[in-house]
């Protein structure tokens, strides 16, 4: 584990116009500010935008997000692209951010990870949500004691998430459901990897519990249950663990962008509601200001002059 020393006042995960916007405006409070990003988010996709104010001509997307980096880290703020996996609350009450190998320390964090779409489309998915599918390792890996569970994922997510299946489940293994897994094959050493498609997800008619899918080729796999871990992390998967509230798969905040988790704030399409930059930008700045408010409140770390 490469241990980053330096302490953070603010980390924000995201760096798309929400996580930006929080960042700028805690680093003008004169806070030091770090910014995690894995690029890929819904701004870089965006093939044109022609609603935001300031550009006669629009603005593809992807140039927006780039010079939302620039303006950072011109201002001064700490702005690296890695995936996080996950992140946990040490005994000085900071928050310790992993990306892989390495970790990141920080006072207080805003989540702005966009708008995630957690479901692949598999037949019987949603039937069994809670009866046997979850979203969320460390929330229910403890009902898979000595059971055989697989991971629908593709990536690191998915490497972290069998992590924590395999310390209590008895077998643990990787379907990709067709996605391209270049990343995890090169990562994992761990788990076998299987990439065919999923056609349905079925359960045993007495207990409504899932036991098996079945592939398209017709094959049918055994298993007790299944955890959901497409692509990366998003801000429902750090919620869950972090037992921050959720309205679906969204970050419930009050309108101070404050979550229930003293000095965890949210912003931008993870929060739900209109998913578009100029909204992503006030949430942000909104963010931004509350985690000023929330430093400010701790003792001793009034900002520097
Ligand atoms: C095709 C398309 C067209 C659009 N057109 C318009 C338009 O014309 N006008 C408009 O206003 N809006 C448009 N939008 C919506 C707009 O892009 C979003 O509302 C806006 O980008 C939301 O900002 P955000 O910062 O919340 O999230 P995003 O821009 O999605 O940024 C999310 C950030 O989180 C990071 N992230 C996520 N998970 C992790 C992880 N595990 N580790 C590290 N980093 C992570 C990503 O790397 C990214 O930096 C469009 C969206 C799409 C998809």
Redesign the pocket.
């Known amino acids: 584990m490469v241990e980053n020393k330096k302490i953070f006042d603010l980390a924000v995960?995201?760096?798309?116009?929400?996580?930006?916007s929080a960042a700028i405006y805690a680093r003008r409070g004169n806070f030091e500010v770090l910014v995690?990003?894995?690029?890929?988010?819904?701004?870089?996709?965006?093939?044109?935008?022609?609603?935001?104010y300031g550009f006669k001509d629009g603005i593809s997307?992807a140039e927006l997000?780039n010079e939302g980096l620039l303006q950072a880290e011109n201002l001064g703020i700490a702005v690296k692209k890695?995936?996080?996996?996950h992140f946990e609350v040490n005994s000085d009450g900071n928050f310790e951010i992993l990306?892989g190998e390495q970790k990141f320390e920080a006072k207080s964090l805003v989540l702005?990870?966009?708008?995630?779409k957690l479901r692949p489309k598999i037949k019987g998915l949603q039937d069994f949500e809670g009866k046997g599918v979850s979203f969320c390792a460390v929330c229910d890996a403890f009902f898979y004691r000595k059971k055989n569970v697989v991971i629908i994922g593709n990536g690191k997510?998915a490497l972290s998430e069998a992590d924590v299946l395999a310390n209590v489940a008895s077998s643990v293994k990787i379907l990709t459901n067709g996605e391209n897994c270049d990343e995890l094959k090169k990562l994992n050493t761990k788990y076998s990897i299987d990439e065919r498609k999923i056609e349905e997800i079925k359960g045993d008619e007495n207990s409504g519990l899932v036991n098996s899918l079945v592939f398209f080729d017709g094959e049918i796999l055994s298993t007790d249950g299944i955890f959901i871990a497409l692509g990366?992390?998003?801000?429902a998967d750090f919620a869950k663990k972090a037992g921050i509230f959720l309205d679906g798969d969204k970050i419930k905040t009050d309108e101070k962008m404050q979550t229930n988790f003293p000095g965890i704030f949210a912003?931008?399409?993870?929060t739900g509601g209109l998913?578009?930059?100029?909204?992503?930008v006030f949430e942000?700045a909104l963010a931004g200001l509350s985690a000023i408010a929330f430093l400010r409140n701790k003792a001793g770390n009034y900002p520097k002059s």
């Not at 702005?112 to 995630?116: E, H, I, L, M, V």
């Not at 998913?275 to 992503?280: I, T």
Request: charged share 15%; proline share 2%; with cysteine.
């Open positions: 995960i995201g760096g798309g116009p929400a996580g930006i995690l990003h894995n690029g890929g988010g819904s701004l870089e996709k965006a093939h044109k935008i022609e609603n935001y997307g997000y890695l995936e996080i996996t990306a702005a990870t966009g708008n995630k997510f990366e992390a998003g801000a912003c931008g399409d993870c998913l578009q930059v100029s909204k992503a942000g």
